[in-house]
């Protein structure tokens, strides 16, 4: 907006009828088949849309610098014009771009390798329908409600709340922390897959055979021990065969035959050779360079996707998007033509209704579904905000919330296919073979090609498909903080290569502690406190904000906008999810945890009470963000009110707030207008 106008031209301003307004923001209701033009008439604005009333933006802020510097909201920057314009903030190329971008947010390692197991240990089939339930309840409602609220801004979470709400601006900068805690960690996984990536292409792939650098006493090689027995008979145990007559005098036989005892090579080789895990969080130990080289290639791999921003990320998801499909049905063709595969998927499809009685069950289908669609994460707020302002993001959402609960099931069906296979290889029961996470992924299914023909190719389109996975979501998470940077400093876009290497080389050193021989501890401190039941209260206040503060009612108004009239019933469902039902729902999932919480453990260590004191401070850093701000704004704003006016003030969105159209055509108009004095004018911090 244009800091220099004259008072006459400022008050023809305020007193101009709705009906003598720009043509484009006449044309952004007339455009939504929602308003027509009696609904137009002078007098007639709806309550929601005094962001659209000239005299609030006007009377919001005044056109002199000392009060922009006092204005609650930093969506006022001063900056200076760049030739004819202010930088561009972008835009997805095609709708398609934004689909894949986010249903590679939204699918990612935890549907491949947790939901499996979770829906086989918390009653099978019948677990699909808390499952089914909570995504009603809480998952689709704070997607689409998410996905809504950045569209209809054109903003990052940390500029969004600041327009919207100045008093909880901390909650935008409290998504901003935890996506970038979660980065962190995630990237180190992704590496993980990059360096098994790299080991399958050998003729024989290391974990085949109990390795004499990494082997314990307690590996055990099916392979070797196959090719023992062949030798008249002789008997396999501690990585040596011993000819059949020793092994019967010295009791060998009955203890080669203790399974119970037995690690994989697999197990062995990921435990002591890729991570060489040390005995505790307290001992940290070396760097493991080759994981170092592998985050340095992840962060790499990063950097030239998103250094273009949207327009070069919206190419790449396509591939990291739908390559995953395409590996999970060549593993399912492959899984069900093993032997024992059907054991495995009746295992997993069996239904347990008498567990349904557990609320063990509905907590964890309803944090399975939280964690795997993420809201109160920042990301979905942001890959929104870069589409066009009638995209239809509802049925974006209902497309990705569907598609996600597909692919986590049919997930389900390949691995236990494969887990089918190895019960059957090694005649044990199948609940002693699944496992979930870094152990399915790095020590189950490792060992499972080792027995498959050109176990090579099998083991490359397994991490292949890991690491496609993984860089859809870490796209979201970093193109998040990145897009809340860029937001609250609009200069940088000029510099957006700049901020993206910035942002990946902090990423990349704060990686490197995972990547000791401690690091797995702080992998799993950081999954258990970084982004846990904060999330949650983040996402109890954001539905109280938009559906109580702001208004449910008032905001599906704003939403009809942009995807068009919807019926009473889209209004009362939506109403009563955000009011009620999901934050209800939200704080029943916050207070189970906060009972069934327990010290942290790893395996059979225990962590000690300082290192839960870690967590807990990452647990809580993102609500003293919150807290922090608030009171700072508190204290700083608006000082000649009394507090509960002054609260009341805070509470309201200022004079930035709206939709991305409305506010560029402000911006054209204010800017052609004070090329007179061009020393400095105040650009809106969101799209420009």
Known sequence: MAATRSQSHAQDRITRPLDSRNDAQVDLLRGTEKYSDSRLAEGNTPKSLNWLDEPYRDSAINDTPSSLAEDVSSSAVLTRLDGDGLVERGNWSGRFDFLMSLLGYSVGLGNVWRFPYLAYSNGGGAFLFPFILMLILIGTPLMFMELAFGQFA????????????????????????????????????????????????????????????WRTQFCYSFKEADACAQINGSVYYNQTCFNATYAASENIVELAKNSSI???????????????????????????????????????????????????????????????????????????????????????????????????????????????????????????SYNKFHNNCYKDALIVSIGNICTSIFAGFVIFSIIGYLAN????????????????????????????????????????????????????????????????????????????????????????????????????????????????????????????????????????????????????????????????????????????????EYDTYVYPGWANAIGWLMALAPIMMIITIAVFRLLTTHRDLPFKKRVKELLKHTSGWGPNKFQKAEEEENRNRTIENPNFTVEVSGPD
């Open 154 to 213: 054109s903003l990052g979470p940390a500029a969004i709340f600041d327009r919207f709400c100045p008093l909880f601006h901390g909650l935008g900068i409290a998504m901003i922390c935890v996506s970038s805690l979660v980065a962190v960690y995630y990237t180190v996984i992704i590496a993980w897959t990059i360096l098994y990536l790299f080991m399958s292409f050998t003729s024989e792939l290391p974990w085949e055979t109990c390795g004499e650098e």
């Open 425 to 600: 290889e090694l005649n044990m029961p199948v609940d002693k073979v699944v496992d979930q996470g870094a152990g399915l992924a790095f020590i189950v299914y490792p060992d499972v090609v080792t027995r498959l023909p050109i176990s090579p190719l099998w083991s490359f389109l397994f991490f292949f498909m890991l690491l496609t996975l993984g860089m859809g979501s870490e796209f979201a998470l970093l193109e998040t903080i990145m897009t809340a940077v860029q937001d609250l400093y609009p200069a940088l876009r000029q510099k957006k290569t700049w901020v993206v290497l910035t942002v990946c080389i902090l990423g990349f050193l704060s990686g490197l502690t995972v990547c000791t021989d401690g690091g797995m501890y702080i992998l799993q401190l950081m999954d258990s406190y970084a982004a846990s039941w904060a999330v949650f209260l983040m996402a109890i206040i954001e539905c109280v904000l938009i559906g109580w503060v702001h208004g449910a009612q008032e905001f599906i108004i704003e939403v009809e906008l942009m995807i068009g009239q919807r019926s009473r019933n889209f209004h009362k469902y939506f109403s009563i999810f955000w009011k009620y039902i999901s934050p209800a729902t939200l704080t029943l999932l916050m207070v189970f945890n906060a009972i069934q919480y327990e010290p942290l």
């Open 262 to 384: 037995r690690h994989v090579p697999a197990q062995d080789f990921f435990e002591r050779h890729v991570l060489n895990i040390s005995s505790g969080i307290e001992h940290l130990g070396d760097i493991r360079w080759q994981v170092v080289l592998c985050l340095l290639c992840a962060w790499t791999l990063t950097f030239f996707s998103l250094s273009k921003g949207v327009k070069s990320t919206g190419k790449v998801v396509y591939f990291t998007a739908l390559f995953p499909y395409v590996v999970l049905c060549i593993l399912f063709v492959r899984g069900v033509t093993l032997p024992g595969s059907m054991k495995g998927i009746i295992f997993y499809v069996t239904p347990e209704f008498h567990l349904l009685k557990s609320a063990k069950v509905w907590k964890e289908a309803a944090v399975q579904i939280f964690f795997s669609l993420s809201p109160a994460w920042g990301g979905l707020i942001t890959l929104a």
